[in-house]
């Protein structure tokens, strides 16, 4: 029996990837910030579990709880659509300190149990506005890009450990809380000089022609990176996800 620890499952594509990990018959730490039991069934496979991964006694509180991970996933994130000059300096620690320094130090929890056992899979997701140049999601991306960075690394420094490490890079999805809880972030609309880029990107943001990303997709995106020995470094969660990194020659 294996087990799997994924962070940020209170919505989107980390209950879903929980939900999918429990129907295929593995054991699930669907871990949340503020644990909602109501969301997931009641089992002795599945267990929820608080954790931060902004806060250090939380991360620590909680993977002492795990006991043994076979599988981790790196999910919790938020957006913050908003120009450079405008982002404010809070806004780029605290997108750093949960999208990038988050992912870091739950890897840095879960690694050591792993290279010990000399067995386990990373699954770190980022996104695909990583691989494109965009405007007004810049620190954003830049909080992703270096998640890719890192990962990428890692994967080398591993692989004489048997340690599997993954990037899935999902598209662009309407349909989990990701734009609600990005919406109070966003800046430049009242200025006159920004507003017709950020009303662009709205009406990018809601254009519903053309493919987008489910969080099933990203669910399988996930499970293919645990279950596949043989699957690449990135791989891409929704439709509209294959298209970019094939654009982009990933
Ligand atoms: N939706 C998209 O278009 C899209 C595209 C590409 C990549 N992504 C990435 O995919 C991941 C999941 O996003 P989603 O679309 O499923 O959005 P979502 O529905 O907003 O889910 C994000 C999850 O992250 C959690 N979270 C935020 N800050 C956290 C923290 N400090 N500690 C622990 N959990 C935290 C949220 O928990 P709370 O309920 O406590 O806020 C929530 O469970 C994110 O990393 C996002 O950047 C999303």
């Not at 799997?4 to 980390?14: D, E, K, Q, R």
């Not at 981790?72 to 120009?83: C, K």
């Not at 405007?135 to 994967?155: D, H, Q």
């Not at 004489?160 to 309407?174: K, N, T």
């Amino acid at each position: 029996m294996s087990t799997i620890l994924i962070t940020g499952c209170s919505s989107g594509f980390g209950l879903e990837t929980a939900k999918l990990f429990f129907e295929r018959g593995w054991d699930v730490i669907a871990t949340m910030r503020t644990p909602k039991p109501e969301l997931l069934p009641v089992s002795e496979r599945l267990r929820i579990l608080a954790l931060d991964v902004t806060n250090p006694a939380s991360i620590a509180q909680a993977v002492k709880a795990a006991g043994p991970i076979d599988v981790l996933v790196n999910n919790a994130g938020f957006g913050a659509p908003s120009p450079i000059e405008l982002t404010a300096p809070e806004t780029v620690q605290s997108l750093f300190q949960t999208n990038t320094i988050g992912t870091l130090a739950m890897v840095q929890a879960v690694l050591p149990q792993m290279r010990q056992r000399r067995a386990g899979v990373i699954v770190n997701v980022t996104s695909t506005v990583t691989v494109k140049t965009l405007p007004v999601i810049g620190i954003y991306r830049a909080s992703k890009a270096a998640v890719n960075a890192f990962t990428e690394s890692l994967s080398v420094e591993m692989e004489p450990f048997g340690v599997r490490v993954h990037i899935v890079l999902p598209g662009r999805s309407p349909e989990t809380r990701f734009g609600e809880n990005a919406r109070p972030h966003l800046r430049g609309l009242g200025d006159p000089d920004y507003a017709p880029l950020i009303q662009q990107f709205i009406k990018n943001v809601q254009d519903d022609t053309g493919p987008v990303t489910y969080a099933p997709d990203v669910a399988k995106a996930v499970w293919r990176a645990a279950t596949d020995p043989s699957a690449p470094l990135r791989i891409a969660g929704g439709a509209d996800a294959e298209l970019w990194m094939a654009e982009a020659g990933l």
